[in-house]
């Protein structure tokens, strides 16, 4: 008999706020942005320390370290803190296909049967069906996108955002 999926979801939910894994600062960093969901007043920095990867060449970066830190619910923590875990030591092109995908599935584009790269992090996948909180989960995701791509700044508010929606000519 499997587990109620929301239990678990609960259940680490509640592990990871209380005890995230890779919160605080990194030493050394490359790579840095700052995250903002201006609806609930998330803030979330997250920083990379990006070294090549091996047998990549020259143009392959992989993530050796990372960190978060912030003032966030307890959704957008959690989905910081296993983020963290699930990116340390991806490349680049790795963390960008892990990103995206994440995306999708919390914005219910990604069918969780089709070949995917999820993983532990399918326990937000229920997160779609609470609209008000898909932009807690997804900031952490929008945030490492930005430092990776050397923009300083991000916000759920964003055009490129999976949730904006533009009303008449705003």
């Not at 005890?19 to 979330?44: E, M």
């Not at 490349?91 to 070949?115: H, P, Q, S, W």
């Not at 807690?136 to 990776?148: K, N, S």
Request: aromatic fraction near 4%.
């Amino acid at each position: 008999m499997m587990a109620d999926p929301r239990a678990l979801y609960q259940e680490v939910i509640l592990d990871h706020n209380k005890q995230p894994r890779n919160y605080g600062t990194l030493a050394c960093r490359s790579h840095h942005a700052v995250g903002h969901n201006p609806l609930c007043g998330d803030h979330i920095d997250v920083e990379l320390n990006m070294g090549k990867a091996l047998g990549s060449g020259a143009a392959g970066q992989s993530i050796e370290a990372i960190a978060f830190q912030g003032s966030a619910c307890a959704i957008c923590k959690s989905s910081a803190s296993m983020m963290t875990m699930a990116v340390k030591g991806k490349t680049r092109t790795e963390a960008e296909v892990l990103i995206n995908e994440f995306l999708d599935m919390a914005t219910g584009k990604l069918e969780l049967a089709d070949a995917h790269h999820i993983g532990r992090l399918r326990v937000f996948s229920g997160i779609r069906d609470l609209p008000v909180r898909v932009k807690c989960a997804i900031l952490p995701w929008h945030t490492l996108h930005a430092a990776l791509n050397a923009m300083q700044n991000t916000s759920t508010e964003a055009e490129h955002d999976p949730m904006h929606a533009a009303i008449g000519d705003a």
